[in-house]
Protein backbone atom coordinates (compact mmCIF):
# COMPACT_ATOMS: atom_id res chain seq x y z
CA UNK A 1 0.00 0.00 0.00
CA UNK A 2 1.08 3.22 -0.60
CA UNK A 3 1.83 6.47 1.95
CA UNK A 4 -1.58 8.27 1.21
CA UNK A 5 -3.41 4.24 0.85
CA UNK A 6 -2.32 3.52 4.75
CA UNK A 7 -2.94 7.58 6.24
CA UNK A 8 -6.40 7.38 4.78
CA UNK A 9 -6.99 4.17 6.17
CA UNK A 10 -5.81 5.11 9.42
CA UNK A 11 -7.58 8.33 9.59
CA UNK A 12 -10.58 6.20 8.66
CA UNK A 13 -9.61 3.88 11.29
CA UNK A 14 -9.62 6.94 14.12
CA UNK A 15 -12.82 8.18 13.00
CA UNK A 16 -14.44 4.43 13.20
CA UNK A 17 -13.40 4.54 17.03
CA UNK A 18 -14.05 7.70 18.03
CA UNK A 19 -18.09 7.87 17.13
CA UNK A 20 -17.99 9.25 13.51
CA UNK A 21 -20.29 7.76 10.93
CA UNK A 22 -20.25 7.60 7.24
CA UNK A 23 -23.59 9.91 5.76
CA UNK A 24 -24.14 7.85 2.48
CA UNK A 25 -26.44 10.00 1.44
CA UNK A 26 -24.11 12.99 0.69
CA UNK A 27 -21.03 10.96 0.04
CA UNK A 28 -19.41 10.23 -3.80
CA UNK A 29 -17.80 7.27 -5.19
CA UNK A 30 -14.22 9.18 -4.33
CA UNK A 31 -15.38 11.29 -1.17
CA UNK A 32 -17.07 10.73 1.93
CA UNK A 33 -18.61 12.42 4.44
CA UNK A 34 -18.12 11.68 8.04
CA UNK A 35 -20.24 13.17 10.64
CA UNK A 36 -20.16 13.32 14.66
CA UNK A 37 -23.49 14.00 15.83
CA UNK A 38 -22.29 14.55 19.23
CA UNK A 39 -19.62 16.87 18.28
CA UNK A 40 -22.00 18.59 15.95
CA UNK A 41 -18.90 17.74 13.27
CA UNK A 42 -18.47 16.57 9.90
CA UNK A 43 -15.50 16.06 8.09
CA UNK A 44 -14.62 15.18 4.34
CA UNK A 45 -12.34 12.23 3.44
CA UNK A 46 -11.53 10.02 0.64
CA UNK A 47 -12.75 6.83 -0.35
CA UNK A 48 -10.17 4.39 -1.62
CA UNK A 49 -11.61 5.16 -5.60
CA UNK A 50 -10.70 8.62 -4.59
CA UNK A 51 -7.12 8.50 -4.21
CA UNK A 52 -6.45 8.66 -7.55
CA UNK A 53 -7.85 12.22 -7.36
CA UNK A 54 -5.53 14.88 -7.90
CA UNK A 55 -7.05 16.65 -4.42
CA UNK A 56 -6.90 13.64 -2.43
CA UNK A 57 -3.74 14.68 -0.57
CA UNK A 58 -5.16 17.96 0.23
CA UNK A 59 -8.21 16.61 1.27
CA UNK A 60 -6.54 14.19 3.61
CA UNK A 61 -4.49 16.79 5.13
CA UNK A 62 -7.20 19.48 5.29
CA UNK A 63 -8.99 16.28 7.32
CA UNK A 64 -6.09 16.30 9.50
CA UNK A 65 -6.00 19.90 10.39
CA UNK A 66 -10.18 19.71 11.06
CA UNK A 67 -10.05 16.83 13.18
CA UNK A 68 -7.24 18.62 15.46
CA UNK A 69 -9.01 21.58 15.45
CA UNK A 70 -12.46 19.91 16.36
CA UNK A 71 -10.42 17.83 19.56
CA UNK A 72 -8.78 20.74 20.76
CA UNK A 73 -4.95 18.87 19.98
CA UNK A 74 -2.31 20.77 18.44
CA UNK A 75 -1.68 19.55 14.92
CA UNK A 76 1.95 18.06 15.07
CA UNK A 77 0.39 16.09 18.32
CA UNK A 78 -2.67 14.61 16.29
CA UNK A 79 -0.40 13.20 13.64
CA UNK A 80 1.63 11.71 16.14
CA UNK A 81 -1.91 9.95 17.17
CA UNK A 82 -2.11 8.74 13.39
CA UNK A 83 1.20 7.79 12.91
CA UNK A 84 0.99 5.60 15.81
CA UNK A 85 -2.02 3.90 13.95
CA UNK A 86 0.34 3.57 11.04
CA UNK A 87 1.82 0.08 11.52
CA UNK A 88 2.02 -2.03 8.17
CA UNK A 89 -1.74 -3.35 6.96
CA UNK A 90 -0.24 -7.12 7.69
CA UNK A 91 -1.92 -10.54 8.06
CA UNK A 92 -0.61 -12.62 11.24
CA UNK A 93 0.14 -16.19 11.82
CA UNK A 94 0.97 -16.89 15.27
CA UNK A 95 2.41 -20.50 15.77
CA UNK A 96 2.38 -21.67 19.72
CA UNK A 97 4.67 -24.60 20.71
CA UNK A 98 3.72 -26.50 23.89
CA UNK A 99 4.96 -28.78 26.37
CA UNK A 100 5.32 -29.78 29.63
CA UNK A 101 9.07 -29.06 29.23
CA UNK A 102 8.51 -25.49 27.92
CA UNK A 103 7.88 -22.88 30.74
CA UNK A 104 5.91 -19.54 30.35
CA UNK A 105 7.55 -17.94 27.40
CA UNK A 106 11.16 -19.77 27.74
CA UNK A 107 12.19 -22.37 25.36
CA UNK A 108 15.44 -24.11 25.02
CA UNK A 109 17.84 -22.66 22.62
CA UNK A 110 18.34 -25.45 20.82
CA UNK A 111 14.88 -26.27 20.34
CA UNK A 112 13.84 -22.39 19.29
CA UNK A 113 16.40 -22.60 16.33
CA UNK A 114 15.02 -25.39 14.85
CA UNK A 115 11.44 -24.55 15.42
CA UNK A 116 12.41 -21.12 13.81
CA UNK A 117 14.39 -22.59 11.16
CA UNK A 118 11.55 -25.34 9.71
CA UNK A 119 8.99 -22.14 10.21
CA UNK A 120 10.97 -20.23 7.47
CA UNK A 121 11.44 -23.52 5.25
CA UNK A 122 7.29 -24.01 5.47
CA UNK A 123 7.19 -20.20 4.59
CA UNK A 124 9.91 -20.32 1.67
CA UNK A 125 8.49 -23.57 0.49
CA UNK A 126 5.07 -22.38 0.54
CA UNK A 127 5.70 -18.92 -1.56
CA UNK A 128 8.21 -21.11 -4.16
CA UNK A 129 5.01 -23.48 -4.18
CA UNK A 130 2.13 -21.37 -4.63
CA UNK A 131 3.52 -18.49 -6.64
CA UNK A 132 3.52 -19.46 -10.47
CA UNK A 133 4.49 -16.84 -12.88
CA UNK A 134 1.79 -14.40 -13.32
CA UNK A 135 3.11 -12.09 -14.67
CA UNK A 136 0.81 -8.74 -16.01
CA UNK A 137 1.58 -7.47 -19.67
CA UNK A 138 4.13 -5.40 -20.58
CA UNK A 139 5.54 -6.41 -16.72
CA UNK A 140 9.37 -7.83 -16.54
CA UNK A 141 8.94 -9.45 -13.03
CA UNK A 142 9.91 -13.21 -12.58
CA UNK A 143 8.36 -15.93 -10.34
CA UNK A 144 11.93 -15.30 -8.31
CA UNK A 145 11.23 -11.38 -8.00
CA UNK A 146 8.03 -12.45 -6.49
CA UNK A 147 9.45 -15.26 -4.06
CA UNK A 148 11.51 -12.21 -2.86
CA UNK A 149 9.13 -9.58 -2.76
CA UNK A 150 7.05 -12.33 -0.66
CA UNK A 151 9.98 -13.07 1.63
CA UNK A 152 11.21 -9.67 2.02
CA UNK A 153 7.12 -8.87 3.76
CA UNK A 154 7.31 -11.19 6.40
CA UNK A 155 9.06 -9.91 9.91
CA UNK A 156 9.06 -11.30 13.21
CA UNK A 157 7.27 -9.93 16.32
CA UNK A 158 8.54 -10.39 19.42
CA UNK A 159 7.69 -14.03 20.81
CA UNK A 160 4.90 -14.11 22.96
CA UNK A 161 4.35 -16.53 26.29
CA UNK A 162 1.87 -18.88 26.21
CA UNK A 163 3.69 -21.60 26.43
CA UNK A 164 5.84 -20.13 23.32
CA UNK A 165 4.52 -18.50 20.31
CA UNK A 166 5.92 -17.15 17.67
CA UNK A 167 4.68 -14.51 15.79
CA UNK A 168 4.88 -12.86 12.34
CA UNK A 169 3.17 -10.24 10.36
CA UNK A 170 3.47 -10.08 6.17
CA UNK A 171 2.84 -6.51 5.01
CA UNK A 172 0.55 -6.26 2.46
CA UNK A 173 2.16 -4.61 -0.34
CA UNK A 174 0.91 -3.66 -4.11
CA UNK A 175 3.24 -5.15 -6.63
CA UNK A 176 1.95 -3.66 -9.71
CA UNK A 177 3.29 -6.36 -11.79
CA UNK A 178 1.57 -9.65 -9.85
CA UNK A 179 -1.41 -10.28 -11.89
CA UNK A 180 -3.87 -10.90 -9.30
CA UNK A 181 -7.13 -9.06 -7.31
CA UNK A 182 -5.45 -9.56 -4.17
CA UNK A 183 -1.61 -8.78 -3.19
CA UNK A 184 0.82 -11.26 -3.51
CA UNK A 185 0.78 -11.96 0.41
CA UNK A 186 -3.00 -12.43 0.99
CA UNK A 187 -2.87 -14.79 -2.08
CA UNK A 188 0.47 -17.28 -0.28
CA UNK A 189 -0.78 -16.78 2.95
CA UNK A 190 -4.61 -17.79 2.00
CA UNK A 191 -3.12 -20.57 0.00
CA UNK A 192 -0.78 -22.00 2.96
CA UNK A 193 -3.52 -21.72 5.52
CA UNK A 194 -5.71 -23.55 3.18
CA UNK A 195 -3.02 -26.23 2.90
CA UNK A 196 -2.50 -26.36 6.53
CA UNK A 197 -6.39 -26.90 6.95
CA UNK A 198 -6.26 -29.72 4.57
CA UNK A 199 -2.85 -31.15 6.62
CA UNK A 200 -4.81 -31.29 9.72
CA UNK A 201 -7.35 -33.45 8.59
CA UNK A 202 -5.89 -35.62 5.49
CA UNK A 203 -6.15 -39.49 6.17
CA UNK A 204 -2.76 -40.42 4.89
CA UNK A 205 -4.20 -44.10 4.04
CA UNK A 206 -6.79 -42.77 2.10
CA UNK A 207 -4.90 -39.87 0.12
CA UNK A 208 -3.58 -40.10 -3.27
CA UNK A 209 -0.01 -37.85 -3.83
CA UNK A 210 -2.06 -36.16 -6.86
CA UNK A 211 -4.53 -34.86 -3.96
CA UNK A 212 -1.53 -34.14 -1.72
CA UNK A 213 -0.23 -31.73 -5.19
CA UNK A 214 -3.99 -30.08 -5.36
CA UNK A 215 -4.45 -29.55 -1.84
CA UNK A 216 -1.00 -27.20 -1.16
CA UNK A 217 0.81 -30.09 0.19
CA UNK A 218 4.44 -30.63 -1.21
CA UNK A 219 7.35 -33.10 0.64
CA UNK A 220 9.16 -30.12 1.20
CA UNK A 221 6.14 -28.78 3.92
CA UNK A 222 5.44 -31.94 4.85
CA UNK A 223 9.60 -32.69 6.01
CA UNK A 224 9.42 -29.24 7.95
CA UNK A 225 6.01 -29.24 9.74
CA UNK A 226 7.33 -32.64 11.17
CA UNK A 227 10.12 -30.30 12.50
CA UNK A 228 8.39 -27.98 14.42
CA UNK A 229 8.12 -31.19 16.74
CA UNK A 230 11.23 -30.94 18.76
CA UNK A 231 11.69 -33.55 21.47
CA UNK A 232 10.29 -30.88 24.25
CA UNK A 233 7.13 -30.33 22.03
CA UNK A 234 3.95 -31.78 22.23
CA UNK A 235 1.26 -29.70 20.53
CA UNK A 236 1.66 -26.46 17.71
CA UNK A 237 -0.91 -24.14 17.53
CA UNK A 238 -1.23 -22.61 14.59
CA UNK A 239 -3.17 -19.27 14.13
CA UNK A 240 -4.13 -17.09 11.09
CA UNK A 241 -5.26 -13.52 11.59
CA UNK A 242 -6.02 -11.52 8.28
CA UNK A 243 -6.27 -7.72 7.22
CA UNK A 244 -9.50 -6.25 6.96
CA UNK A 245 -8.12 -4.53 3.82
CA UNK A 246 -8.83 -7.40 1.74
CA UNK A 247 -10.96 -10.19 1.63
CA UNK A 248 -10.42 -12.88 4.29
CA UNK A 249 -10.05 -16.32 2.30
CA UNK A 250 -12.54 -19.39 3.47
CA UNK A 251 -11.23 -21.63 5.75
CA UNK A 252 -12.77 -24.79 7.78
CA UNK A 253 -10.89 -23.27 11.38
CA UNK A 254 -8.34 -19.74 11.58
CA UNK A 255 -6.76 -22.11 15.03
CA UNK A 256 -5.67 -25.47 14.53
CA UNK A 257 -3.90 -27.47 17.71
CA UNK A 258 -1.84 -30.44 15.64
CA UNK A 259 -0.66 -33.20 18.61
CA UNK A 260 1.99 -36.12 17.67
CA UNK A 261 -1.00 -37.78 16.62
CA UNK A 262 -1.17 -35.64 13.88
CA UNK A 263 2.65 -35.88 13.14
CA UNK A 264 2.93 -39.14 12.56
CA UNK A 265 0.14 -39.05 10.08
CA UNK A 266 2.17 -36.46 8.15
CA UNK A 267 5.14 -38.60 8.64
CA UNK A 268 3.07 -40.80 6.78
CA UNK A 269 1.99 -37.97 4.32
CA UNK A 270 6.10 -37.63 3.89
CA UNK A 271 6.64 -41.42 2.77
CA UNK A 272 4.27 -41.02 0.26
CA UNK A 273 6.18 -38.45 -1.17
CA UNK A 274 9.28 -40.03 -1.15
CA UNK A 275 7.43 -43.15 -2.90
CA UNK A 276 6.57 -40.89 -5.80
CA UNK A 277 7.82 -40.08 -8.99
CA UNK A 278 5.93 -38.02 -11.72
CA UNK A 279 5.86 -37.51 -15.31
CA UNK A 280 4.42 -34.82 -17.49
CA UNK A 281 1.49 -35.84 -20.13
CA UNK A 282 1.21 -34.13 -23.12
CA UNK A 283 -1.30 -34.30 -25.32
CA UNK A 284 -1.66 -38.41 -23.98
CA UNK A 285 -4.29 -40.83 -24.71
CA UNK A 286 -6.66 -41.41 -22.22
CA UNK A 287 -10.45 -42.78 -21.86
CA UNK A 288 -13.02 -40.61 -19.35
CA UNK A 289 -14.48 -43.32 -17.35
CA UNK A 290 -16.03 -41.46 -13.82
CA UNK A 291 -16.95 -37.82 -12.80
CA UNK A 292 -17.97 -38.48 -8.85
CA UNK A 293 -19.54 -35.10 -7.69
CA UNK A 294 -18.67 -34.94 -3.65
CA UNK A 295 -19.19 -32.51 -1.03
CA UNK A 296 -16.81 -30.06 -1.71
CA UNK A 297 -14.61 -31.59 -4.68
CA UNK A 298 -15.54 -33.75 -7.81
CA UNK A 299 -13.43 -36.66 -8.67
CA UNK A 300 -12.81 -38.20 -12.13
CA UNK A 301 -11.31 -41.32 -13.20
CA UNK A 302 -9.70 -41.66 -16.55
CA UNK A 303 -7.84 -45.10 -18.31
CA UNK A 304 -4.39 -43.88 -19.53
CA UNK A 305 -1.93 -45.11 -21.95
CA UNK A 306 0.99 -44.69 -20.79
CA UNK A 307 4.27 -46.56 -21.23
CA UNK A 308 2.35 -49.25 -23.46
CA UNK A 309 0.21 -49.82 -20.92
CA UNK A 310 -3.59 -48.65 -19.62
CA UNK A 311 -3.39 -47.21 -16.11
CA UNK A 312 -6.17 -46.18 -14.04
CA UNK A 313 -5.69 -42.59 -12.89
CA UNK A 314 -7.77 -40.21 -10.21
CA UNK A 315 -8.11 -36.84 -9.90
CA UNK A 316 -9.38 -34.67 -7.50
CA UNK A 317 -11.23 -31.15 -8.90
CA UNK A 318 -13.13 -28.57 -7.93
CA UNK A 319 -16.97 -28.93 -8.39
CA UNK A 320 -17.90 -25.95 -10.64
CA UNK A 321 -15.15 -27.73 -13.22
CA UNK A 322 -16.52 -30.79 -12.95
CA UNK A 323 -20.07 -29.67 -13.56
CA UNK A 324 -18.67 -27.28 -17.01
CA UNK A 325 -16.81 -30.23 -17.70
CA UNK A 326 -19.81 -32.63 -17.98
CA UNK A 327 -21.64 -30.08 -19.44
CA UNK A 328 -19.28 -29.72 -22.28
CA UNK A 329 -18.73 -32.99 -22.88
CA UNK A 330 -22.37 -33.85 -22.85
CA UNK A 331 -24.36 -36.47 -21.79
CA UNK A 332 -21.85 -39.07 -22.99
CA UNK A 333 -19.24 -38.69 -19.91
CA UNK A 334 -17.65 -42.12 -21.47
CA UNK A 335 -15.41 -41.31 -24.02
CA UNK A 336 -12.16 -40.93 -25.55
CA UNK A 337 -10.14 -37.73 -24.89
CA UNK A 338 -6.41 -36.46 -24.78
CA UNK A 339 -4.80 -34.61 -21.83
CA UNK A 340 -2.04 -32.91 -20.27
CA UNK A 341 -1.45 -33.11 -17.01
CA UNK A 342 1.01 -34.55 -14.30
CA UNK A 343 1.01 -38.16 -13.28
CA UNK A 344 1.97 -39.44 -10.42
CA UNK A 345 3.11 -42.94 -9.78
CA UNK A 346 3.11 -43.88 -5.92
CA UNK A 347 5.42 -47.38 -5.89
CA UNK A 348 4.01 -49.36 -3.04
CA UNK A 349 5.68 -52.98 -2.09
CA UNK A 350 2.34 -54.79 -4.16
CA UNK A 351 1.55 -52.30 -6.47
CA UNK A 352 1.86 -49.04 -7.89
CA UNK A 353 -0.52 -46.26 -7.99
CA UNK A 354 -1.54 -43.81 -10.52
CA UNK A 355 -2.75 -40.36 -10.06
CA UNK A 356 -3.15 -36.57 -11.76
CA UNK A 357 -2.68 -33.28 -10.84
CA UNK A 358 -1.85 -30.10 -12.81
CA UNK A 359 -4.47 -30.92 -15.33
CA UNK A 360 -4.81 -27.93 -17.76
CA UNK A 361 -6.67 -29.30 -20.17
CA UNK A 362 -8.71 -32.36 -21.54
CA UNK A 363 -9.88 -32.49 -25.17
CA UNK A 364 -12.49 -34.26 -26.49
CA UNK A 365 -12.63 -36.59 -29.45
CA UNK A 366 -14.73 -33.89 -30.76
CA UNK A 367 -12.59 -30.83 -30.64
CA UNK A 368 -13.93 -29.74 -27.64
CA UNK A 369 -11.45 -28.09 -25.28
CA UNK A 370 -12.22 -27.26 -21.29
CA UNK A 371 -9.13 -25.92 -19.20
CA UNK A 372 -9.26 -27.39 -15.54
CA UNK A 373 -6.22 -24.91 -13.77
CA UNK A 374 -4.62 -21.95 -14.39
CA UNK A 375 -2.25 -22.81 -17.73
CA UNK A 376 1.35 -22.29 -16.53
Partial sequence: MTNLETLRLSLEKYLNQNGWVVDSQNSSTILSLWVNKQLDESINLPTIDGLHHRRAETTINEAIEDLSDIIGSPISVFRQTIQSMLSPVADHIHIRAAGSAIEHGRINFRTNHRIESAIYSI???????????????GKNSTKIDFVETYLSSV?????????????????????????????????????????????????????????????????????????????????????????????????????LVFTRNHKENIKKLKEKFNSSESAHLKDANAHLSRIDIKAEYALIRLKIHYQGTERICDAEIDK????????????NIEQPVMINATLWIEKTASKHHYSLSDITSIHSDKGKNLPLFDQI
Fill in 155 to 255: NTVVPSGGSFIYNLDIDLTKTDSFDESESIQRYVNSKLAKAINELYVIDADKVTTAALISKGLNEDICSNFIKLFDNDIETIECGFEWSETEPAPELKANK
Fill in 123 to 137: IKSAAKNFIKKRTKK
Fill in 320 to 331: DTAQELMKTLGE
